[in-house]
Nanobody, 122 residues
Framework: QVRLAESGGGLVQAGGSLRLSCVDS????????TGWFRRAPGKEREFVAA????????DYTDSVRGRFTISSDNAKNTVYLQMNSLKPEDTAVYYC???????????????WGQGTQVTVSS
């Protein structure tokens, strides 16, 4: 049973924009934080952005701060990642994860979507 479903990836030129969506079919259970991560070719998966249940607190990795915006619509059980000013180094598979925790000092999760490919051409 798929609980997290990402969409919105694609091919875009450098400087362009994309908006990713993550529909969370388990979002009615309890409040938790949702995150976006990405894995670039040949690299480890890395944290991108996080948002708490109410949408009042967000967190970003330094490389995307000011260019990406995470938001949520609880009525639609959806978390978004608006990506502007995209760079070739943003090319990766983007994954939604929920719930995510930072107990070890790093955002982590045991629950992941299938991912959506984002490719930024130079």
């Amino acid at each position: 049973q798929v609980r997290l479903a990402e969409s919105g990836g694609g091919l875009v030129q450098a400087g362009g924009s994309l908006r990713l969506s993550c529909v969370d079919s388990g979002r009615t259970v309890r409040p938790y934080t949702t995150g976006w991560f990405r894995r670039a070719p040949g690299k480890e998966r890395e944290f991108v952005a996080a948002i708490n249940w109410s949408g009042t607190n967000t967190d970003y990795t330094d490389s995307v701060r000011g260019r990406f915006t995470i938001s949520s619509d609880n009525a639609k059980n959806t978390v978004y990642l608006q990506m502007n000013s995209l760079k070739p180094e943003d090319t990766a598979v983007y994954y939604c994860a929920a719930p995510i925790t930072i107990a070890t000092g790093f955002w982590e999760s045991d629950y992941w979507g299938q991912g959506t490919q984002v490719t930024v051409s130079s």
